[in-house]
Every structure is written in C-alpha cells, then in structure tokens.
C-alpha cells in the first residue's frame, strides 16, 4: 500500500567528515536514499501547497488532505 508522506524540507542535510560532505535526501524524492541524487531541484518552485509526485516525478496537486491520528 503506498503511504503519502509530508516532506517540507527543499535542500538536503549536508554530513561533514573528514574527507568529505555527504549529503542525505530531505525532500523524500531521491532515488538513491537515502542520499541525494539531486531530485529536490524540482521542489524549488513550490508553494504552499501540497504535492505528491509519481516515479517519473510528475507532480500532481493534493486537495482537502487532513492531518489526523
């Protein structure tokens, strides 16, 4: 059963080690999770509505979603 899952966050969480940065998804959309693959470029014009997007990261507009539970 698929799940809606509310993500907000636009940018990934960069981790810093000694060698390098590594940078984990946030937006929920990447395909390599749970790093970046850099598929949150196409939240960046998002509103403050809210969205689901399909494996080819079509983007459809979700209406009357409530939060319960």
């Not at 960069?14 to 693959?37: A, F, H």
């Amino acid at each position: 059963m698929a799940r809606l899952v509310r993500k907000e966050d636009k940018i990934p969480f960069e981790i810093k080690t000694r060698e390098e940065s590594i940078w984990v998804c946030m937006c929920g959309l990447s395909n390599n999770q749970p790093y970046c693959d850099g598929s949150h470029k196409i939240v960046a014009d998002e509103d403050n509505r809210t969205y689901t997007y399909d494996k080819e990261l079509k983007r459809t507009e979700v209406r009357d979603w409530e939060i319960s539970g």
